[in-house]
């Protein structure tokens, strides 16, 4: 008995199910919750897939971190979402054409790329353990360092540039100092009086 | 038949945890009654069973048999599926917690990745609270605490990042043994700033006095589950206990050398040998505690602003300034922590 096959299906009819209801939804604060749920479930398949480490930063990453911010943001919005669905006959054609493009490229692809496939770009990386987490470290900071730092460079160009676009100097925002308001001095906002001075 | 032998094992084992842990939790409530309660002279809760000690029972049954109030116009099922969000990722932590050298459910690599993916998911509950109560206290409750979350999770899985890089392993097992050798191998000296951080950062996380701000009843009533009632509430509670164990145990494991005994490689050790390591980690697990509520009975409230300030002004570049110093600790090869 293979259990392993009926996780499989069992996660994927979860993963299809949800990936559809982020489109069909009409509540987009339900949309951001099934996108969660849809990532949890494709992080369930990898681990299938022996994959622990990518499944877990797929949780930690896209879970934990990004989609929180995502919800904020959806439910800060008050998003008329009957608005966004009128077009829908008006889109139907265009939407249908990528639609078609993607599906037969996916299957052109599955058809073609695993059966003919060059073996060898799966072993290629040098095995060091049967850690799945060792291993990844260990080729991402020796054979692809140089696009591993890219990367991070890029992410880090993009932290930057949202930084700077958003953090502009208003006459709305009200800032406060810390170490001024530690440096403050009892003369400063207390003047004791005496008797003379009252009269 | 192997995987029916299997499934009864973990379950039997999972049994053996849940249910002392969710006593653990009833008397936790008790003793932070007692405790704030002597330290601001008061008696605490005193009628119930000999100086109040059924308290926490007769609270369970008093949660259980109220009703749970659904506000209208509140996304139902999101309401009562909160809760369950709010709870389920701090029970399922547990199954990685070595809670001596010989058990642990779940001896996985990545432990300590699972450990920080989990504990990102409880802001789920809090966030959904707060938007399906559809009530403006719950949701500025629920902003306050999603942001505040965000803000120390970055700095937690930072002084996480220094201990896994001193231990060279994800596995929690692991973590425990790289700190061998006695009171002044655990990680909380060499990684001094990262255990306060930690430390500190996990009251953040729990939501608790001084970070309480998403509760803060003298401004939004309680917060996120101002709508709650009954047993829906109780989950919330429940969750908020159980976090704060596991941020006490977990600072136990990584910085305290969890099971391991104090009295290592000095002349006590041969006296003090026969003694189980669950009992010495029960003892700091306990301590962390009591430093919680010590802390909620002394400190005042944290301003928000400050609380932002706090966890990306200060903790991050100092979490970040840490891992690189002990980087370079480790290229020379510091004794005796962090020569391999």
Do not use: C
Not at chain 2, 38 to 63: C, E, F, H, N, W
Not at chain 2, 213 to 238: K, Q, R, T, W
Request: overall charge negative; charged content about 15%.
């Amino acid at each position: 008995m293979n259990i392993e096959i009926y996780v499989f299906y069992f996660f994927s009819v979860l993963l299809l199910f949800s990936a559809a209801n982020v489109v069909l939804s009409n509540n987009a604060v339900k949309s951001a919750i099934h996108l969660v749920f849809s990532f949890f479930f494709s992080a369930v398949l990898w681990l299938i897939l022996n994959a622990e480490f990518l499944s877990v930063i797929l949780i930690l990453v896209y879970v934990g971190a990004v989609m929180v911010l995502f919800l904020f943001v959806v439910m800060m919005l008050d998003v008329n979402i009957t608005a966004l669905k009128e077009g829908f006959v008006k889109y139907f054609s265009s939407g249908l054409a990528v639609f078609l493009s993607m599906a037969i490229l996916l299957i052109f692809f599955f058809q073609r790329d695993f059966d003919e496939s060059d073996k060898n770009i799966l072993v290629e990386i040098n095995v060091i353990s049967d850690d799945n987490t060792e291993n990844l470290g260990y080729v991402l900071y020796t054979e692809y360092l140089l696009a591993f730092e890219i990367a991070a460079v890029i992410l880090l160009l993009g932290i930057i540039s949202a930084i700077t676009l958003t953090h502009r100097k208003s006459s709305v925002t009200k800032y406060q100092n810390p170490s001024e308001q530690i440096d403050v001095k009892k003369e400063e906002r207390i003047k004791i009086l005496s008797d003379e001075d009252l009269k | 038949m192997n995987y029916f032998y299997f499934i009864f094992n973990t379950l039997i084992e999972i049994i053996f945890v849940v249910a002392p842990l969710f006593l653990i939790v009833a008397y936790t409530t008790y003793s932070e009654r007692k405790i704030i309660g002597y330290m601001q002279s008061r008696m605490g809760p005193t009628r119930v069973g000999p100086s109040g000690i059924l308290q926490p029972i007769a609270d369970v049954i008093k949660l259980i048999s109220k009703e749970i109030i659904i506000p209208s116009n509140a996304d139902r099922g999101l309401f009562l599926t909160a809760p369950v969000i709010m709870l389920v990722p701090s029970l399922l932590v547990w199954s990685v917690i070595p809670l001596s050298e010989y058990f642990v459910i779940a001896d996985i690599n990545a432990g300590l990745l699972f450990i920080l993916a989990l504990t990102s998911l409880s802001v789920y509950g809090v966030i959904l609270a707060g938007w399906a109560s559809n009530s403006k206290y719950a949701f500025l409750g629920s902003m306050r605490s999603a942001a505040q979350i965000i803000a120390y999770e970055i700095a937690m899985g930072f002084a996480l990042v220094g201990v896994l890089m001193v231990a060279g392993s994800l596995n929690l097992q692991e973590i425990i043994l790289s700190q061998k050798g006695g009171i002044l191998n655990w990680f909380w000296l060499p990684l001094f700033p990262l255990f306060l951080i930690y430390l500190i950062s996990g009251i953040a996380e729990t939501n608790r006095a001084p970070f309480d701000v998403s509760e803060g009843e003298s401004e939004i009533v309680a917060g996120f589950h101002v709508e709650y009632s009954g047993i829906a509430f109780a989950m919330f509670f429940l969750a908020e206990y159980m976090n704060l164990i596991l941020i006490s145990i977990l600072v136990s494991i990584m910085f305290f050398g969890g099971w391991l005994s104090p009295f290592e490689s000095t002349f006590l050790e041969s006296y003090f040998y026969w003694i189980p390591g669950f009992f010495w980690l029960s003892i700091k697990t306990l301590f962390f505690i009591f430093l919680f509520l010590w802390l909620r009975a002394t400190l005042p409230r944290y301003r928000y602003d400050q609380i932002m300030r706090l966890g990306w002004k200060i903790f991050l570049p100092i979490t970040l300034i840490w891992i690189f110093l002990e980087g370079i600790m480790i290229y020379y090869n510091v004794e005796p922590w962090f020569s391999k």
